[in-house]
């Protein structure tokens, strides 16, 4: 079975290449908007109902995602529809995202942290990390108690694990092999 990162990829660089000759900003919050109406459990079922034409499906999305009817947009949501690709748009987002972010020189990045932390922190952090990786970051931080303590940093495909769990976890592996 085909990836679906694989099935995306050329539906994102397509709609890039359109957002970059018109309006990237209004392309990804299309893309935004659309992935989330297509997570639905009830898209699921509807793009998959054999009683529903393309264009009902088509019809039925737009609504749902209260997206202007602009020629483009349609036509590409059209696209998704008759190639069975509308459940792609969440994969299709991010990828849109990724090169969106890489004509920016910069990256999205995740800091998961055992506590809530206070802006200096997080402002340390992607200091830190900017130096790091070499771009700049668009950082969003999200609290997780199962830490226990320290931080996990995902930028990209990458993964620093700081914390106290991953410690004890390997100090765990470690005293039992």
Do not use: C
């Not at 849109?96 to 910069?106: I, M, P, Q, T, V």
């Amino acid at each position: 079975m085909v990836e679906l990162s694989t099935i995306a990829r050329p539906y994102a660089e397509a709609a890039y290449e359109v957002a970059k000759a018109t309006h990237v900003e209004q392309w990804s919050g299309w893309l935004e908007s659309w992935s989330a109406v297509a997570e639905s459990a009830d898209i699921k079922l509807l793009v998959n109902n054999p009683k529903l034409t393309d264009k009902q499906i088509l019809d039925i999305f737009v609504e749902l995602s209260k997206t202007p009817a602009q020629a483009q947009a349609g036509n590409f949501l059209q696209a998704l529809v008759e190639n069975g690709r509308l459940l792609a748009l969440p994969e299709i987002a991010r990828q849109f995202a990724e090169l969106k972010n890489a004509d920016a020189g910069s990256a999205e990045a995740v800091i998961t942290s055992a506590f809530p932390l206070d802006a200096s922190e997080v402002q340390n952090i992607a200091g830190a990390l900017e130096k790091k990786f070499g771009r700049s970051l668009n950082v969003t931080v999200q609290v997780d108690p199962s830490l226990i303590g320290g931080v996990v940093v995902t930028v990209g495909d990458q993964v620093l694990d700081s914390s106290v769990r991953a410690k004890l976890d390997a100090m765990k592996v470690a005293l039992t092999a």
